[in-house]
């Protein structure tokens, strides 16, 4: 972070050595990162996760990047030149910037980490995501501040189980089973919140029958 290493990136073999030591594998996906599509630590990466069987993305500012023909899927931006000839940190970087914001954001919505637009995952190591889980909690049930907060406690400050608690009237052991059993977490939040809303809307006719009688 604090001394520069220019020249990391042209050493082939400390890509194969650093892929080898996290065990990347058939079960993995491997996304190289090149403005020019050239460099190559990232090119042999890509050819080592290719032998490996994994998956493999490229993303490049370069329309004809040689690492096309390594990766089963090519994200080219194109940006045009740069601002500043040579310093692709600019619009080069900028753009696979927010290009690996969408994947990765898109990544934690397909795993079931995203429920109707509110981070269900969110680790709650400060006050400031404590307040923030207790407010997705209050958001997503109708319940008051107060009431999120003691069901969040009550759940250990793991949030989809606070969720599940409130939607299904249950402790945290079974809130906890329910997750453990569905990996998807927005699916078992869904289907929660669907049945829930189903309950409410029957005792809202018997209410309603019950008064007219």
Known sequence: ????????????????????????????????????????????????????????????????????????????????????????????????????????????????????????????KNEKLRERGRSIVAKATGVDDATAARKMKAAGSNLPAALLMIWKNVPRSEALHILKQQPNTALALRKARAEYLREQVRAGRKRSAGEKS
């Not at 030149?81 to 619009?91: D, F, Q, Y």
């Open 1 to 124: 972070m604090f001394k520069a290493g220019e020249g990391v990136e042209d050493d082939r073999a400390s890509a194969r050595r650093d892929l080898k030591r996290i065990g990347l594998s058939k079960r993995d996906v491997l996304v190289g990162i090149a403005a020019s599509g050239h460099t190559p630590y990232t090119i042999e990466g890509l050819r080592y996760a290719k032998r490996a069987g994994a998956a493999t993305v490229g993303i490049t500012a370069n329309l004809n990047s040689p690492m096309r023909g390594l990766v089963d899927v090519e994200v080219a931006v194109n940006v045009g030149p740069e601002v500043i000839a040579g310093s692709t940190r600019l619009k080069a970087g900028t753009a696979q910037k927010l290009v690996l914001n969408m994947l990765s954001t898109a990544t934690m919505v397909k795993l079931g980490r995203v429920f109707s637009g509110l981070m269900v995952h969110v680790e709650m």
